[in-house]
DNA sequence: TGTACATCAGTGAACGCGCGTTCACTGATGTAC
DNA sequence: TGTACATCAGTGAACGCGCGTTCACTGATGTAC
């Protein structure tokens, strides 16, 4: 692949013209391929087709890399599961199972971003801009749950919308790390993660009292009457 | 530090006489510190006071003394859960809830085996003898499941309990790592990781069906009666 | 009980390697006049 | 429209470092007789 790099060399000459740009992508593929431990500054530059200095015109060092990537990708989480949520239509349950759809297949699809994002390692509060960009798409889960808790069937009560977004998540982030990667050697399953987590989420409503009857099938479990919650009263 | 090195060498004379339980143990070390993607075979000899080709004498390669540290990681990981677990004493639905919490202490206890069990990024299956630890440990997460589905109240639908143990090991597994581990920069909680995981798996369990009266609360849900479970017909 | 010898566990020096990082440099680009 | 100059992005050579791995070796231990 020498000439190859030759060739770009060629084609672009002196200046490379959207460096930055290339060694995320460069680092995004590597990432995918040996995991977030093994990339490496220079390979990034490498494989960009440049010399193992000019990194260093566009990021501080190999951290401040890895860190604009999970924030990339915290973005175009947000972005994912905002249109996955659209505004809970058509309704507010099936939008619901849209979101955690939308979330197995941007861990499937982007496991690079996914890596970054979750299991590098980088502390979350480290960089400002990072922080927001993750809270923002946490947000997203959040208002998902909101929405849905107001919906609660009379005479049950209002779960808080925070516990049930934190339920949400930790339901997806489990079901995506351990079941729901493309690295060939995972554990085998009777069923596909989408489905597991779909049928997770929906036995969560439905012990929370929500009605779960968009599905194909027999009558809806009646709203368990006047109990409380099983964390303690709503507020 | 390096007295300490004369010391031990001192003391211990040639031959280190447990050598490769000193590895493993300064192996854990590392990872607890570095995670498991910043250790190293090196590190792991100076660290037991022996020349960096000592190793070579008890594991193949870093690979080797990984997947021993993970192997030895899902066998202390079951034996707790089967403590937790107690044969399902005193009633099943608090034995379930223990082995909830002996998860995430166990991920909190000992974040170095965790790291390597669940997050060292090395296949599962390249082992035949780790793939079966690891299978053992799910055992009895499964066991406990089946447990559980067999007391299904008379008109509820019994829950395969496959289904049932998966979503318990993705919930777990989905607090713990997201916010059960002891390193500093963790996310903010409303609510302890322990509670959080306990309310999610009583919602789900009610969910199912399952009356869980057990804890200090008012009168329980009463079982929805002859609805179908959400997952479809039961078998 | 003592001696000879085989086996084993750890030594230490050496190697090649790739990484991160620095440096003075140079080619390209844009802008002021 | 052309020229001079400042700025910028990338070069390539060099460095020190620590790692993984190998090798012939040696000290310790156990065992046969």
């Given at each position: 692949m020498s000439w190859r790099k030759e060739e770009r060399r060629a084609e672009r000459g002196y200046h490379h013209g959207n460096l930055k740009e290339a060694l995320l992508q460069a680092a995004l593929g590597l990432i995918a391929e040996k995991g977030a431990a093994g990339f490496t500054f220079a390979d990034a530059a490498r494989m960009a087709g440049v010399s193992p200095a000019a990194p260093y015109r566009h990021f501080r060092d190999r951290d401040e890399l890895l860190s604009s990537i999970a924030q990339r990708g915290f973005e175009q989480f947000e972005a994912l599961l905002t249109q996955a949520w659209?505004?809970?239509?058509?309704d507010t349950v099936s939008a619901f199972q849209r979101l955690g759809k939308a979330y197995l297949a941007f861990a499937r699809n982007e496991p690079a971003f996914y890596s970054a994002m979750f299991e590098s390692g980088l502390p979350v509060d480290s960089n400002a801009t990072l922080l927001v960009a993750s809270e923002r798409a946490f947000a997203i889960i959040r208002a998902a749950s909101e929405r849905l808790a107001a919906l609660a069937p009379p005479g049950v009560p209002r779960p808080p919308a925070m516990m049930m977004a934190l339920h949400i998540w930790s339901m997806s982030h489990g079901v995506a790390s351990l079941f729901g990667r493309g690295d060939a050697a995972r554990r085998k399953l009777p069923m596909s993660p989408e489905d597991l987590l779909e049928a997770e989420v929906l036995i969560y409503l439905r012990g929370l009292g929500f009605p779960t009857d968009r599905r194909p099938e027999p009558p809806p479990v009646p709203p368990a009457g006047g109990a409380s919650g099983p964390w303690g009263a709503s507020r």
């Open positions: 659209d505004d809970g239509r058509p």
